[in-house]
């Protein structure tokens, strides 16, 4: 059974620093694109980054130069870096499985940026 | 890159068909087949419906289907049912290499 679970979420002060990560189960991750979305309370799905299989990143402008997506294929695990956090980066962050699409998702951890 | 537009809400009574629309550009929507649909319940994780425009995933229901003319691409649920009120998202891939949401449609069954 795939699982992806996150993790990392928290209050975070406008200007700090956060670290999210996502733990895969249930297929081989090194063989698959992984992807991050965010959506913030009430508000619509957001994507934030994906990390292909060579290694490849992208990112939207909203956080290109703050977030680095990486990965640890050896320990079945992504990872989302956030610096610089505004107090528009707070919404819950997904991470999700897939190539053009987002097949799997994990249940979400929230980011909280408030002073 | 602008969000795909949708309609922010649809209804429809139980058994009747609804189709929820995505419209986007040539250098999203109109340019890839890489349009897929998400369904939300409130407090849960989204959900895959349909990929790469018109695929089904294993275990969606074949009341969810998908279609694309030019750059508008569109999801139809036949047969509504209680349990699929819920938000619907789509996401195309873009020329950009990046990938764009749409707002979201809020679906009721009347």
């Known amino acids: 059974e795939v699982q992806l679970v996150e993790s990392g979420g928290g209050l975070v002060q406008p200007g700090g620093s956060l670290r999210l990560s996502c733990a895969a189960s249930?297929?081989?991750?090194?063989?698959?694109?992984m992807h991050w979305v965010r959506q913030a309370t009430g508000k619509g799905l957001e994507w934030v980054s994906t990390?292909?299989?060579?290694?490849?990143?992208y990112y939207p402008g909203s956080v290109k130069g703050r977030f680095t997506i990486s990965r640890e294929n050896a320990k079945n695990s992504l990872y989302l870096q956030m610096n610089s956090l505004r107090a528009g980066d707070t919404a819950v962050y997904y991470c999700?499985?897939?190539?053009?699409?987002?097949?799997?998702w994990g249940q979400g951890t929230l980011v909280t940026v408030s002073s | 890159q602008s969000a795909l537009t949708q309609p922010a809400s649809v209804s429809g009574s139980p058994g009747q068909s609804i189709t929820i629309s995505c419209t986007g550009t040539?250098?999203?929507?109109?340019?890839?087949?890489?349009v897929s649909w998400y369904q939300q319940h409130p407090g849960k994780a989204p959900k895959l419906m349909i990929y790469?425009?018109?695929n089904r995933p294993s275990g969606v229901s074949i009341r969810f289907s998908g279609s694309k003319s030019g750059n508008t691409a569109s999801l139809t649920i036949s047969g509504l049912q209680a349990e699929d009120e819920a938000d619907y998202y789509c996401?195309?891939?873009?020329?950009?290499?990046?990938?764009?949401f749409g707002g979201g449609t809020k679906l009721t069954v009347l």
């Open positions: 999700a499985r897939g190539g053009y699409d987002f097949d799997f």
């Open positions: 249930g297929f081989t991750f090194s063989t698959y694109d």
């Open positions: 990390i292909g299989t060579a290694g490849d990143t």
């Open positions: 040539s250098s999203d929507v109109g340019g890839y087949n890489y």
């Open positions: 790469d425009v018109s």
């Open positions: 996401t195309s891939y873009t020329s950009s290499s990046t990938w764009v």
